[in-house]
């Protein structure tokens, strides 16, 4: 089916029918959200990863949805009024979630950043030779940090 014949066939769903699917799939984006948020709050990287196929599927839907219920707005508000304010206040529960989730992956990300830094400059001390210079003090090395890292991700 093409691309045009999906946003057909959308646009012709009976109003409450579009907003019923749109609904579910809204849910359904909403609840994996907050499973990743958790997942990454209790610092299971991998597993909120293992969210992201299902995620994106769900978002891609969700945008397809959207946009029909744009195109579709003055037949669906005569049509199914109480289904398109429920969507109205489902996206806004998307929207709050969207922005804790982004916060934490912000907050993961800084940390993760952070600890390879302290790393890295505990590496690049290690390997700073002990020995003295001419003057009698430690020589210095002008590296505060270990010029490269390898971080072995395979289990």
Known sequence: MSAAERLSALDS????ELCASAGETL???????NRETTLLRAGHL?????LT???????????GFAR???RQADRLKAEAPAELEALRL??????TQMAENLRVIATAKAVTDDLLTDVAVLVGQQER???????GAMAEDPADAALGIAVNKAR
């Open 90 to 95: 489902g996206h806004e529960r998307l929207a």
């Open 27 to 33: 849910a359904a984006l909403v609840d994996i959200m």
């Open 13 to 16: 769903l009976p109003a409450a």
């Open 129 to 135: 030779p002990a020995t003295y210079g001419a003057n």
């Open 46 to 50: 991998r597993d909120s990863a293992a």
């Open 53 to 63: 196929p299902e995620k994106t599927r769900l978002a891609q839907d969700y945008v």
């Open 68 to 70: 029909s219920i744009q």
